[in-house]
Nanobody, 122 residues
Framework: QVQLVQSGGGLVQAGGSLRLACAASGRTVSRYAMGWFRQAPGKERQFVATINWKGDGTIYANSVKGRFTVSRDNAKNTMYLQMNGLKPEDKAVYYC???????????????WGQGTQVTVSA
């Protein structure tokens, strides 16, 4: 079993930055891909970014490319999402998750974090 505990998030003005963290416990996730998704009210869960187990391969949604950076520290069993240039449309609950391989579809992920709210004011 893997437990993913998220931290970070909060309220920021448009153009500001936030960093999310996703810490794994229960089993090392250093050999697993990890990803970030988000879900706005009334909308489906949306892919944001994913990173391979080594941390040298990433995929981003077009909507966040160039603004968000996903990274991981396997020694700490933790993945991060640095979010810069935040826009009001980035407002959502953000979730982290693990997968065997980097993937865009949420169905490929097995363990999920509890979610953390990100709110961006105009």
């Amino acid at each position: 079993q893997v437990q993913l505990v998220q931290s970070g998030g909060g309220l920021v003005q448009a153009g500001g930055s936030l960093r999310l963290a996703c810490a794994a416990s229960g089993r090392t996730v250093s050999r697993y891909a990890m990803g970030w998704f988000r879900q706005a009210p009334g909308k489906e869960r949306q892919f944001v970014a994913t990173i391979n187990w080594k941390g040298d391969g990433t995929i981003y949604a077009n909507s966040v490319k160039g603004r968000f950076t996903v990274s991981r520290d396997n020694a700490k069993n933790t993945m991060y999402l640095q979010m810069n240039g935040l826009k009001p449309e980035d407002k959502a609950v953000y979730y982290c998750a693990t997968a065997v391989l980097p993937a865009i579809a949420a169905g490929n992920y097995d363990y999920w974090g509890q979610g953390t709210q990100v709110t961006v004011s105009a």
